[in-house]
């Protein structure tokens, strides 16, 4: 039976690029998206012409009744065996005593619940207990979850410090129930989310400050991801991997 992997905000970035080689090791991918139809079906179309299967679904990760249509999706496919939890976003830069309380509950919404409630369904149908053949999951965490953020978006950091905590406890509650849990953490990648936090200048900006006198692409953080999730870590559960060019 078809394996199927589920990317959350799979249209744009390290989701589109995870979708891509994910479909390249052989899995039928859900392309989740929020509201850019456009990049979903554009990975789709690629995915396809290379001889894979996929299909876009549109949905918010913190909206339940969305997260279950987007795994009907993949029931429809096939059988669901990884699960990547990259959806996430970030804001214009603020102080802490500046953040109005719709800014904190987007945020932590999306980040945090918008992580929670995919992996929920994904152990439903993946864990042995459940009756499922196993699987894994990887959150997309940030090297801003152990350098704070300060005076940019502290509330992001504060996000991804909340998915570093669940990885270790999720990993440790399914080790035994055939699902590994593992995270990623980027540094600066070329992505469109530094425009969306006010910041479109950011990569070229901080490009020198780098460790590695450059920014990282999403194909980079795809690679780890897709690692994570293939048999070479068959012993890797809990781990959180730092893909940032030695920042952080
Ligand atoms: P991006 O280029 O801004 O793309 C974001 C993706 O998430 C898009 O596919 C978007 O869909 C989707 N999305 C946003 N809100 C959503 C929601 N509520 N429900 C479902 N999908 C949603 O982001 P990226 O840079 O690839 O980042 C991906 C992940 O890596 C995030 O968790 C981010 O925090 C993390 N990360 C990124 C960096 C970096 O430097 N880029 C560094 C550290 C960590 P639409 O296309 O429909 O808008």
């Known amino acids: 039976?078809?394996?199927?992997?589920?990317?959350?905000?799979?249209?744009?970035?390290?989701?589109?690029?995870?979708?891509?080689?994910?479909?390249?090791?052989?899995?039928?991918?859900?392309?989740?998206?929020?509201?850019?139809?456009?990049?979903?079906?554009?990975?789709?179309?690629?995915?396809?012409?290379s001889g894979g299967r996929a299909v876009a679904v549109q949905g918010d990760v913190a909206v339940e009744a969305d997260v279950l249509r987007m795994f009907a999706a993949a029931d429809a496919l096939g059988m669901l065996g990884a699960l990547v939890n990259n959806a996430g976003v970030v804001d214009l830069p603020a102080r802490v005593d500046e953040m109005s309380v719709e800014r904190l509950n987007r945020m932590f919404s999306i980040n945090i619940i918008g992580s929670f409630l995919p992996s929920r369904e994904a152990i439903r149908r993946m864990s042995t207990k459940h009756g499922g053949k196993g699987g894994g999951i990887v959150n997309l965490s940030s090297a801003a979850a152990t350098l704070g953020a300060p005076g940019q978006y502290v509330d992001y950091a504060a996000s991804k410090g909340a998915i570093d905590s669940f990885t270790i406890g999720l990993a440790r509650e399914l080790a035994a129930e055939g699902i590994r849990v593992n995270a990623v953490?980027?540094?600066?990648?070329?992505?469109d989310i530094h425009a969306s936090g006010g910041w479109p200048d950011r990569v070229a900006q901080v490009r020198d400050s780098l460790p590695m006198k450059r920014e990282g692409t999403a194909e980079e953080v795809a690679q780890a991801i897709t690692w994570l999730l293939s048999d070479e870590a068959s012993y890797v559960t809990g781990a959180i991997l730092n893909v940032s060019g030695g920042r952080g």
């Open 1 to 49: 039976m078809t394996r199927v992997a589920l990317v959350t905000g799979g249209s744009r970035g390290i989701g589109a690029a995870c979708c891509r080689l994910l479909a390249a090791r052989g899995y039928a991918v859900v392309v989740n998206y929020a509201g850019n139809e456009a990049a979903a079906q554009a990975v789709v179309a690629e995915i396809a012409g």
């Open 185 to 191: 953490r980027p540094g600066v990648i070329d992505t």
